[in-house]
C-alpha cells in the first residue's frame, strides 16, 4: 500500500488487534476500538488493564487492523512500534467522543464529553502507537 492508501486504510478500519508482551514472555493479544490523532493510532484503556500494565513494563507492542472475507479482498496494516502511555484526561475524553462518534455514528460535542464520558475518563489512560516498522498486504490488486 502506499502512504496515502495506509492513512485511508487506517481512518476508516474497525477492529485494532493490540498484542502486548505478558509477563511471562506469551503475546497478550486484544481487540480495540481507535482513532487516529496526528496521523498516529490511538486508543484508551482502563490503568488497570493487562495490556497496560505490560506496556508499563515493556512500551513494544503490535497492532493490526485487517479486512476482507476471502483471499482475493484481505487487507491489513500492521504496526510494530512503542506505546506512549498518556495520562491526560483531556485526550482520555477526546478518545472516548471521537470513538463514540465512529463506531456507535453518535457525536458529543466536545463541551459535553466530560458529561457523558468523565465517570470512566479517570479510569483510563490514552496510548498512541509510535511506528517503527510498517507492515501492509493487499490482494485487492491482484485481480486488478
Known amino acids: 500500500m502506499t502512504q496515502a492508501e495506509i492513512a485511508e486504510f487506517l481512518q476508516t478500519g474497525r477492529n485494532l488487534q493490540v ?9 497478550h493479544l486484544t481487540t480495540l476500538w481507535y482513532v487516529l490523532v496526528d496521523e498516529l493510532i490511538a486508543f484508551r484503556s482502563f490503568r488497570k488493564s493487562q495490556r497496560v500494565a505490560n506496556l508499563r513494563r515493556d512500551p ?6 485487517e479486512d476482507g472475507h476471502s483471499v482475493v479482498n484481505l487487507r491489513g496494516v ?9 495520562d491526560d484526561r ?12 465512529k463506531y456507535e455514528g453518535m457525536r458529543v460535542e466536545p463541551e459535553g464529553w466530560d458529561a457523558v464520558f468523565g465517570t470512566w475518563a479517570d479510569k483510563n489512560i490514552a496510548i498512541l502507537v509510535d511506528p517503527e516498522r510498517i507492515t501492509t498486504w493487499d490482494h485487492t490488486k491482484w485481480v486488478r
Request: no cysteine; glycine share 12%.
Open 19 to 27: 498484542a502486548t508482551m505478558g509477563r511471562e514472555g506469551y503475546p
Open 60 to 65: 513494544r507492542l503490535t497492532v493490526l487492523v
Open 78 to 86: 500492521m504496526i510494530q512500534g512503542r506505546a506512549r502511555l498518556i
Open 90 to 101: 483531556t485526550l482520555v475524553l477526546r478518545l472516548y467522543g471521537e470513538v463514540t462518534e
